[in-house]
Each structure stands twice: as C-alpha cells, then as structure tokens.
C-alpha cells in the first residue's frame, strides 16, 4: 500500500485486528464467539492507506457520503450471519478435539450468539418490575408451550392476573389430571420465538434447558432452575425421562472426568449449582433479641422483616449471625481458647443487657443468597476430561485469560462462552449438578429455532468524532439514528452478538467512532413486544397503543380528583416505556468494544441496580436521552422516534438504510405522535382488556445514561 502524504488521526500499529492480524493459536480451546468477534482476521475498509504495518483511515467530516459509507457497513455486517466470524481461528483450531457431533455443534453456536453480551439481572424485573413474569418469557423461548396470557390458566387462582405464574401452572397440570387431559395436547407449536435480553444465572441456565427442547410445565413444574438445590424436578425422574438425575452434594463432583464417567454422565446442558447452605434444610442464626418472635407452635424464630437479613448474612466468614467467639481462660491449667459463647434464656435485668443480648434461632434454610449460583456445560471435549461452561461471570479462571474478549473493559465479566476446564469452580459450596436427558427435540432443529428468536430490546446508533469523552460536545456527534427494534419484520435479529461484529472494523475507525445503545423496553411496551406474532408490529404503532393505554389510565385517575391534571403527550417516555442498559463501541484499531452495562446485584433479599463499566460521555448521553439538558440547545433534543444529522451537513442526499428508520418516515410518525388520543373506539377496547394493571413490585431498574 502505498504511503500517506501526510499523518493522520490515529494510526493502528502491526498485529491490529484487520487482515495484517497474526493468527493465535487455539488448539487445545473449544469455538468461543467472544474470542472470534475480535480475534478472527477481518479486512480493513476500502480506502485504508498506509504501509501495512501502519494502515490509518480518514474520511471526510464534511461530506455527508462518509456517514453514508459507515451506515452501509454496518447494515451489512449486522444482517450477515455469524459464519464469518466463527471462520476465524479462534472458531477453528480446536474443532478436532471438540466438535463431534454436527447437530450439538449447531445448538451450541446458536445459543452462544442468541444469548451473547445479555445484562445481567431477572428478566421479570428488568422488562415489567416483577419476576412473576418470568416463566411467560420462558415460554416465549420454548418450542411448544401453553399460552401463559390465557384467563384458563392464570384465573385458576383468586386475585391472580396475567401472566400465569408457575403456580397456576402447576394448578392448570393438577386439573387436567383430573380431566385425564394430557398437557402436552393443550401445548401449540412456538413459530414466532422471543429471548430476553437480561439473564441472571439462574435465568442463563434455563435457557440452557429449554433450547434443548424441554418446557417448563412437561419438566421443570413450571420454573426456572434454582441456584442451589434443585432434586424433585420430573426432568431428573429417570422413570418419566431417561438419562435424567439429580447428583446430590456427597455424589457431585468439580472434577470433569470424573462426571463424565458417572452413569449417566454430565454433557451439554449439564448443570453445576452452588449455595451457601449446601444441603442443610435448617441453619442457625445469632441474632439480637429484639429481633426473636415466636412462630404458631411457640418456637423462637426471627421477625419476618430481619429473615432476609439474617439468611444472606450468613455466608459471611465474619458475620454477626453465625456463632460468636470470646476467649476463654481455663483455671486449673491457665490455658485459653477460643470458645463458642453460650447464652442463657434467662431474661435480661438491664436495656443495654437486652440489647447486647444474641441469641441462636434456627431458620429454614431457603431462597437465593449472596453467593449463590449456577451454570450450565455447553460443550464437552472429545477426550472426555474438559467441560466448556456458558455462565454470566465467565471471567474465572482470569489467569488463563489473554486480553481476548470483547468484554475488557468490563474485567473480561459477562455472559458468553468460556474456556476449557477439567475442574468445574470451586464456588461457593458446591451442592449438586443435574445431568439432563436426552434432547427431546433434534438439536438441529432447536438451533435453527434459537436463531428465529427475536431478541426483545431497542437499539440505537451513534456516529461521533473519536475525541476523549471530556473533549467530545454536541457538535462532535454526527449522526443519530432513529429508535428501532432489535429484529426487523421479517427474519432478521440482531443480538447483542450482531451487534458487535457489525462494529468491527468500521470505516474511518481511526477517526470516526459508532456507538450502539441497546435498550430494554418496559411495561406495556414490553408486553407488546413479548406478544406472539408481534414480529411485524413497528414500533411507532406499538407506542400509539401505549400512549392510548396511558390515557386510558390517567383517564381513570382524573375520575377521582377534583382538581385536573394536564393530559399525557403522546408518544414514547424514555425512562418509563423503555431504558438504556447496553453500550457497545469500538477502538481507534477497529476492535469492538462492550462498553457498560447495567448489573442486578442481590443484596440482602433486595435487588440493587449498578452500572458496570465505563462511563458513558456526556455527548453521546445527551445524544440518546429524548429530554433537553438544561442550558443546552432545544434543537438538538432527539425525540424517540427522529433521527439527527449534524449541521455540518446541510444538504444530505445520501442512502440510509431502512434499519435505521424502522420502516417509517420520521416526520409521518412525529404528527401522529403530536394527534389527540382517542380512548373510546373498538381498538382502545381490546387494549383496555389486556393493559397491565399491576403496580411493579421491584424496584425500577437503573439508566444508564
């Protein structure tokens, strides 16, 4: 190539990621996608210049065609299949001592992209702030299932609404017992399949099941799996499924040969569960004596509003709940000795007796506690002695990491697929692994399903000057694209994964930087999304019945005041309707990059929300969050349903992709957004039917803008 007449931007030394890059050897690692998305040699754009050792690439700010060119590479990659990327050697090397079997092969690489990059949290709360969501978004992924909205399965109980919880499910099963109806003639066919795009393990490890073909309601009564204890599932009744069981802590093993010598052995599916009360069914807690009240058969137990507490505190090396310490001194021999304190029942004389006072209750040992966990296997090596797991904090054992993921800048934590183990993590207090049957739908079959999975969360793109973050201002943002789905009408998703292999290498990369911020919808428009067959609903029709069932609440709500309040504007809330928790980007090498993301956290029975990552700069904040900062220009406020170019480009006559518009011309849906709301035609009426009534009953999930 030849030189450039003059330098630059930032030029990209040797070993880059484009196709000067040298390939790494993977021989003894299984296919990760995560190592391919940045690892797999790519060609630089047309128009790279330099000596190969040096390639740069600059576009022209002041010409419209260089946003044209950018959007057009990145519309390609994003509607391209993942094929190219697992081509690379990363995909590649380590075929011969993993890949056996091609259909297993298939539903391990299509569950690797569907399920790349998720946020970390319960799919329940992230999308409707109550996880009595979560086996109706389950279901969504399942081949075949019941129909969770349906009143004949969620009004089997009082006061229930929709969605049918696992308990109704479990009602509905115990009736048709009774009718001798078999659940699986009232399960229909899934074509229209949905995949949450929040995970929390307990959640990653279903998925793992389910697209395996195996439904909640036939196999695991309704629920996800727990992380920790999980016998008494049907999935692990030998009976009922063979090859299925159950492996209790004293049976479990970390060691990865020896699972695959048990009968039946561990496999793809397999999963490996921890809790830091293992096996026991009651544990003992120290706790003030203000605290104690007694249960209907006069036991001391704790007040219900401490329990939380107490049970996550527990785990704890040096907690105030586990059994206190204090040195003794024995007098025939003057030796001392740590020695458990004894407390006597006996009534204290004194407040500050009293409130100096612990005493030992036992509690039954239950829920999900800080330390919990689960994961599940999603390859196994040909020599039987290594397992590849798919978990959400993939980043164990760090050691053995090179700086390969895409997932650096979160310290390489996230959910993709990891490294080869012969010993499973030690966690914390391993209590059990459960081996599944075999797959009762043909893998092959399955993977094609995960890929028809539409991924329910929003997008939108950023293209900015690449400037540090405290340098970048509004006039540095170029382009912002409109709002748009995460699939399109007719087959096309695009996950998280597709996300960023469409940022890899994108033009003018040196000097030019693309953002993706991926959204989570929320209540009724989530809902909408979540509904089968809504594939071929826009967005700006599904905010239109939004708007009308939000005028149909405060509608309600005004009935009872006195004193009226102004009438909802139309269209789409950010913070309300829908929420930003994904940031990808790229480096001035051209290499993806995840940027943030929001992580649930538990917390003493309460989920916390963080931010993880960096921080996102304040342009490109300001870019993507529909409300004017104060003391900024109003004419740059992006509404949710526009689009933006910069200034700079006063005449633009370029091509934009229809991705990017989401099939709608952003004036046409910026009048009907400013039209009044009707309440009272036959379409308001069947919105009215199945709105959401529920207030959430977790907290609101973080933004992270």
Known sequence: MPAPSAPMGVKVPAGGPGHASPPAAFEAEPPRLTTCLNMTPVDYPDGTTGAPEFPAHELDLTDATSIEQILAHIDARIHAPLDDAWAGPPGTDGEDEWVDDPAEEAWAKALSEAMFGQRYGGP???????????????????????????????????KATAPATWLEVQIFKK????????????????????????????????????????????????????????????????????????????????????GLEKTPPIGPGTIYCYNPFGDNKMVTGYVPLAWVVTDAQGRPTVDQ?????????????????????????????????IDTLLYSPSAPTSE??????????????????????????????????RIQKFDTSNGYPLDKHAGDTVMDPLGKEGIYDGISLTTAPPGNVFCGMGVLPEAPVALDVMAAHIRR?????????????????????????????????MYDDKDQNFWVSKCAWSLRNTPGFTSIQPWWIIYIPRMELARMMWTKGARSRKLSEMARDVSVIRRMKFDREQAKKTKKDPPPAPGLRYGEDYVAQIVLTNDDR????????????????????????????????????????????????????????????????????????????????????????????????????????????????????
């Open 453 to 485: 999975a539409r991924p329910i969360g929003l997008m939108r793109l950023v293209i900015a000057e690449r400037r540090p973050g405290r340098e970048l201002s509004d006039r540095h943002v170029l382009f912002v694209s409109k709002l748009m789905r």
């Open 124 to 158: 329940g709360q992230c999308y409707f702030g109550d996880s009595k969501w979560d086996s109706f978004i389950f279901s969504r992924m399942q081949k075949t299932s019941i129909d969770y909205m349906s009143q004949d399965v969620w009004g089997l109980r009082k």
């Open 590 to 705: 051209g290499g993806t990059l995840y940027w943030s993301r929001a992580r649930s956290e538990l917390s003493f029975g309460v989920t916390n929300e963080q931010i993880q990552g960096n921080p996102l700069p304040n342009a490109i904040k300001d870019s993507v969050t529909p409300v004017a900062r104060q003391g900024r220009d109003p004419k740059l406020e992006v509404p949710w349903n526009g689009e933006r170019f910069d200034d700079r480009y006063s005449d633009i006559d370029i091509a934009i992709p229809s991705l990017f518009r989401d099939g709608e011309d952003t004036r046409t849906a910026a009048e009907q957004d400013s039209m009044p709301i009707a309440t009272d035609d036959e379409h308001a009426n069947a919105l009215r039917v199945c709105m959401i009534d529920d207030e959430p009953k977790e907290p609101g999930i973080v933004e992270l803008v």
């Open 352 to 385: 500050a007796e009293a409130e100096n006072m612990y005493v030992g209750v036992t509690l039954p040992a239950t829920g999900q506690r800080k330390g919990s966990h689960i994961f599940f296997v999603l390859r196994v090596s040909k020599d039987e002695k």
């Open 305 to 337: 509003k401490h329990a939380d507490h107490v049970l996550n505190d527990l785990p704890e090396k040096h907690s105030k709940h586990v059994a206190p310490k204090r040195m003794v001194t024995s007098s025939a021999d003057q030796q001392s000795k």
């Open 175 to 258: 009736q048709l017992e009774k009718r001798n109806t078999d659940l699986v003639a009232m399960m229909t066919d899934n074509d229209d399949p949905a995949i949450s795009i929040c995970c929390a393990c307990e959640h990653n490890a279903t998925y793992g099941t389910i697209t395996r073909g195996f439904t909640l309601e036939q196999h695991m009564n309704g629920a996800c799996w727990a992380a920790g204890q999980n016998p008494g599932r049907p999935i692990f009744d030998a009976q009922q499924f063979p090859g299925g069981r159950w492996y209790p802590t004293k049976e479990a093993t970390l060691d990865v040969a020896a």
